[in-house]
């Protein structure tokens, strides 16, 4: 089965850049895409197919991907994005898979 | 806007079966381009798929749970369901059902999920 391996945290100072990281066998062949969930909430979509925003999402997000990783970027770090973040994709042999999700603390 | 909504048992018996509904409102579940989903969180923990179906009725499920899942549509309700036999105290979760994608599976619409208890 296909695995996706994410960081469990990643503290930022506001203002700063966030980096999130999503590593899986040849991930860059996969679209990515990543949620944003805040406590009691359900996820949100922030990325999909690697680097695209839904309707909504700030600039401040963005994606990418190659070789055996995915990154989500959060430029500008406020404290309202303080979250779990997951990575996901859809792999021909074990359909949808999550990454374990990462805590995004803001300083 | 579409919207989707789960109901269903908050609490439910060991070795009993899990059963749960998703009401789509705000469009229709026979559109050829997504797929529709259920996905779990125990507490404490990250996202697990359950499984999906089409509106033809194919499903996909996880081949963790395969064995306890069923997934079935009703297109003249708009609504998708779920069942999991068994259940254990490992079954314990907040259940969402989620509109996919249909190519690479995105999670782009989400209900606001139900918390499941298994106790006796």
């Known amino acids: 089965s296909y695995v996706l391996t994410q960081p469990p945290s990643v503290s930022v100072a506001p203002g700063k850049t966030a980096r999130i990281t999503c590593g899986g066998n040849?991930?860059?062949?996969?679209?990515v895409h990543w949620y944003q969930q805040k406590p009691g909430q359900a996820p949100v979509l922030v990325i999909y197919?690697?680097?695209d925003r839904p309707s909504g999402i700030p600039e401040r997000f963005s994606g990418s991907n190659s070789g055996n990783t995915a990154t989500l970027t959060i430029s500008r770090v406020e404290a309202g994005d303080e979250a779990d973040y997951y990575c996901?994709?859809?792999?021909?042999?074990?359909?949808?898979?999550f990454g374990g999700g990462t805590k995004l603390t803001v300083l | 806007q579409l919207q989707l909504q789960e109901s269903g048992p908050g609490l439910v018996k060991p070795s009993e079966t899990l059963s749960l509904t998703c009401t789509v409102s705000?469009?229709?579940?026979?559109?050829?381009?997504?797929?529709w989903g259920w996905i779990r969180q125990p507490p404490g923990k990250g996202l697990e798929w359950i499984g999906s179906?089409?509106?033809?009725?194919?499903?996909y499920y996880n081949p963790s749970l395969k064995s306890r899942v069923t997934i079935s549509v009703d297109t003249s309700k708009n609504q998708f369901s779920l069942k999991l036999s068994s259940v254990t105290a490992a079954d314990t979760a907040v259940y969402y059902c989620?509109?996919?994608?249909?190519?690479?599976?995105?999670?782009?619409?989400w209900g606001k999920g139900t918390t499941v208890t298994v106790s006796s």
């Open positions: 989620a509109r996919l994608e249909g190519s690479t599976r995105y999670m782009d619409v």
């Open positions: 705000g469009g229709s579940i026979s559109s050829s381009s997504y797929y």
């Open positions: 179906i089409y509106y033809s009725g194919s499903t």
């Open positions: 040849n991930i860059g062949s996969k679209s």
């Open positions: 197919y690697d680097s």
């Open positions: 996901q994709v859809w792999d021909s042999s074990s359909d949808v898979v």
